[in-house]
């Protein structure tokens, strides 16, 4: 059977076999997610926001220790969270655009007129 993962904020759909990992589906898909550790949750850079409603397959006892908690704030591994149906995940910003956004953000309040 196939399921859908939907990867915000770009958009992009990928269809994928079930089991597949969130970082699979994202490579498939042309969506990068970082990562140092080649998907051995280690490096917890591949952390992505679940949205609501999404079909993962059960969190594994090893995804939760490392998570420490943030899974129930709908954090998982993309390394290590498998899908189950019809997924949509939030991928943050890889860090130098957000920094970049954060700069521009300032910059555009510092411009605007105070009338």
């Excluded at 609501?52 to 220790?65: A, Q």
């Excluded at 189950?84 to 890889?94: F, Q």
Aim: charged share 30%; net charge positive.
């Amino acid at each position: 059977m196939s399921a859908e993962v939907t990867f915000w904020p770009s958009g992009k759909k990928v269809t994928v076999k079930r089991g597949t990992t969130l970082l699979d589906a994202a490579r498939r898909a042309n969506v990068l997610i970082q990562t140092r550790c080649g998907g051995k949750a280690a490096c917890f850079m591949c952390k992505l926001t679940v949205l609501p409603g999404s079909e993962l397959m059960p969190i594994s006892d090893n995804e939760r220790r490392k998570l420490a908690g943030l899974d129930g704030e709908g954090i998982r591994l993309g390394c290590q969270a498998r899908v189950d149906g019809k997924v949509e995940v939030k991928v943050p910003l890889d860090p130098l655009k957000a920094a970049i956004a954060r700069q521009l953000a300032r910059q555009a309040e510092q411009d605007e007129p105070l009338w």
